[in-house]
């Protein structure tokens, strides 16, 4: 994990939050190359997700929502952890995760008796800071597709099944120290509200559980690190009929990467009531029920992070990210072999600028070749692309392949096509 950190940090992937002013617990800025990385997961699982399904509608909406989602939702009252309070040094801990419920593990110092900490963030709206005013960031995205339906009912029209997917960002107020970007104040979250009627859920259930796991090995996440793991009674969120978490064997432990429920019909039924809008469905029969719900989740930055323990490798002489080239930040580099040289540079220049319509590129003509190759490889460039003396007799191009560190020659008038086909 060190290792991956200090990569993360110096090549421009992830930076701590705030970290001028000594940096703050659980936040996490994210550089030009995690920007890249996080935006081709997102577009990977819009695609199979959203795209190549049937029936599945996108929405964007607001991370302020009215108070009284969160009241309908269940969320005021029961997205609650029990904590204890140290008495001396103050501070808290979740009752699940210390061994000790008397002592604290940090100064010795005796505990409170549990207590119930709601995890939303609380913002004001307007002028006045009193209960009254009070709202919340979200801590799913979830809530604003429910708050939707009607309206995507009625621009829509759409027969059971479908689905209102979104990705944005979710906030949770944290206490625990997370490994990494593994737990965050604020991360985002991929989910899909599948909407079904009740009679078919386990069918439906199998269907997007089966799609996940695809999904896992699509991303490059070895099939035997991925473990189904059913929630028990206590632990299933108050939505949930039946949870099962996807859980990654990262560096630090088996942990839940996803989370997969079905939710019932409690959300529509719960917002239907008390926002007094009807939420139910009328089926080619004219029979009204409230849809029931299965919800695939996958939080962005957890994924980011299997994804990277999975492609980390040091060889002897060189460390590599071994991403699959649709989710590598650029696809391939271009080098003159020499910097000083015009005739190699301005050659360069013009394959670079071929290339850069179509595949995310860089350009790299500082130190020598080794360099420059060792550092593409850090960064997961799947091929690196040097324009020698030769390339200006014959017009060509070495390329070189990031997991086999082969080189082959090239034509540049076909470089596109074999680049195309190579990144298949
Ligand atoms: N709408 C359902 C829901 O929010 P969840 O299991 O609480 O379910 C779904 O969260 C996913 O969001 C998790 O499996 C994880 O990938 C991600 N996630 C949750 N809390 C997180 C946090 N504090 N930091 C980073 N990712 C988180």
Same mark, same amino acid.
């Not at 090549?11 to 939050?17: A, S, W």
């Not at 890249?36 to 699982?45: S, T």
């Given at each position: 994990m060190e290792k991956i950190v200090s990569l993360c940090k110096r090549?421009?992937?992830?930076?701590?939050?705030s970290e001028i002013y000594g940096g703050l617990a659980n936040t996490w800025d994210f550089g030009p190359l995690g920007l890249?990385?996080?935006?081709?997961?997102?577009?990977?699982?819009w695609k199979e997700f959203v795209e190549n399904e049937e029936n599945i509608f996108g929405i964007d909406g607001g991370i302020i929502l009215s108070p009284k989602v969160w009241e309908a939702s269940g969320h005021v009252e029961n997205f609650t952890d029990p904590l204890v309070e140290c008495k001396k040094c103050h501070k808290r801990f979740r009752v699940d995760q210390i061994k000790d419920l008397k002592k604290c593990e $940090?100064?010795?110092?005796s505990l409170t008796e549990p207590k119930k900490f709601n995890g939303m963030f609380r913002t004001f709206l307007g002028a006045s800071e009193d209960k009254s %005013?009070? %709202?919340?960031?979200? /801590? $799913?995205?979830?809530?604003?597709i429910f708050v939707n339906f009607k309206n995507i009912i009625d621009c829509f029209h759409p027969k059971l099944p479908f689905g209102i997917a979104q990705i944005g960002k979710a906030f949770r107020n944290e206490i625990t120290a997370g490994n990494f970007i593994f737990r965050d104040l604020e991360f985002e979250q991929c989910e899909l509200e599948y909407f079904i009627s009740p009679g078919v859920w386990e069918e439906k259930y199998s269907y997007w559980l089966k799609k996940m796991r695809n999904f896992a090995e699509l991303i490059g996440l070895a099939k035997e690190k991925i473990h189904e793991r059913e929630h028990g009674d206590? $632990?299933?969120s108050h939505y949930s009929k039946k949870t099962i978490d996807l859980e990654y064997d990262f560096p630090f432990g088996r942990k839940e990467l996803w989370g997969f429920a079905y939710r019932t019909d409690y959300d529509l039924k719960? #917002?239907?009531?008390?926002?007094g809008q009807d939420l139910s469905f009328a089926d080619e029969e004219n029979k009204r029920f409230? /849809? #029931?719900v299965i919800e695939p989740s996958m939080g962005v930055e957890r994924t980011l992070l299997a994804v990277l323990c999975e492609v980390y490798f040091e060889d002897k002489d060189r460390v590599v990210l071994k991403l699959k080239p649709q989710l590598a930040p650029y696809k391939a580099a271009v080098f003159p072999l020499l910097a000083n040289k015009p005739e190699l540079v301005r050659k360069a220049r013009m394959v670079f600028d071929e290339l850069k319509p179509t595949f995310q590129v860089a350009w790299d003509d500082r130190g020598n070749i080794g360099k420059r190759y060792y550092s593409a490889d850090e960064i997961s460039t799947p091929f690196c692309i040097t324009i020698d003396f030769e390339s200006l007799e014959k017009d060509d191009v070495t390329i070189r392949d990031r997991d086999t560190t082969k080189q082959q020659r090239i034509k540049i008038s076909n470089l596109v096509e074999v680049l195309k086909d190579k990144l298949k």
């Open positions: 090549r421009g992937f992830v930076f701590p939050g890249a990385l996080k935006k081709n997961l997102k577009d990977l699982w $940090e100064c010795g110092g %005013a009070t %709202a919340y960031l979200r /801590p $799913e995205t979830a809530q604003a206590s $632990e299933r719960n #917002h239907s009531q008390k926002s409230f /849809p #029931h």
